[in-house]
């Protein structure tokens, strides 16, 4: 028979305590480790590292770093949709204007007397700033809207050699029509983007564009 033990010391406690600990830890990451490697994969499984989506300008922008590597064609990830986009919105506003008998330049002058509000009035010389036109061309598109009965010339009273151009009821009704009919169809030519991502992008386009305003 061996030698009976001696008295446990604080040490031999603490030493089961340990191998306990371990004991039990060891068994809580054997358990838990299936579960936390399947979330942490299906995690990782959901960053994209490669763009979800692939246009034309993508395959634009390769053919042209192949063939022209020493350039920097990086401004036509930006430039060339917005050209492209461009295109839709005008083939969107065509449309939704000659659904209600409107040519694109009428919209945009009936458009600019709508916006003062009542009585819906402006000077030839307003019109031609708010559409950048000539004043010939201006007085013509006048003309054409007055003989089509949706604009009418009075006199200005501030001034009595100058006239006012008024929009008149049809009119009125023609570029109201007009307007919710294109703001539908801009509204579809936008829906791939949330109204957080709507935002952002009119955030990013008014940097790009506020310099030719202030120069303009």
């Known amino acids: 028979m061996g030698q009976p033990a001696g008295p446990r010391t604080e040490a031999d406690f603490a030493a089961e305590a340990d191998s306990a600990a371990a004991v039990a830890c060891a068994a809580a990451i054997d358990s838990a480790a299936p579960a936390d490697f399947a979330v942490r994969a299906d995690s990782e499984a959901r960053i994209p590292t490669t763009p979800l989506l692939h246009d034309e300008v993508d395959d634009l922008v390769v053919a042209w770093r192949a063939q022209r590597p020493d350039l920097d064609v990086e401004p036509m990830q930006v430039l060339s949709r917005i050209s492209r986009l ?3 919105l005008d083939i969107a506003r065509r449309g939704a204007f000659a659904d209600h008998g409107l040519e694109s330049w009428e919209f945009d002058v009936l458009s600019a007397l709508r ?17 950048l036109v000539t004043s010939g061309t201006m007085t013509n598109r006048i003309d054409r809207l007055a003989a089509a009965g949706l604009v009418r010339r009075k006199p200005d009273p501030r001034d009595k050699r100058g006239v ?10 023609s570029v109201d029509a007009a307007l919710a009919d294109l703001l539908r169809r801009e509204r579809v030519l936008l829906a791939g983007l949330n109204a957080v991502d709507r935002r952002q992008l009119a955030d990013l386009m008014r ?10």
Do not use: E, M, Y
């Open 86 to 88: 461009a295109r839709h």
């Open 115 to 131: 916006r003062q509000g009542p009585p819906f009035q402006l000077t030839p010389g307003a019109l031609l700033r708010a559409t």
């Open 164 to 173: 006012l151009v008024t929009l008149t009821s049809q009119g009125r009704q």
């Open 207 to 216: 940097i790009l564009l506020a310099p030719f305003d202030a120069a303009d």
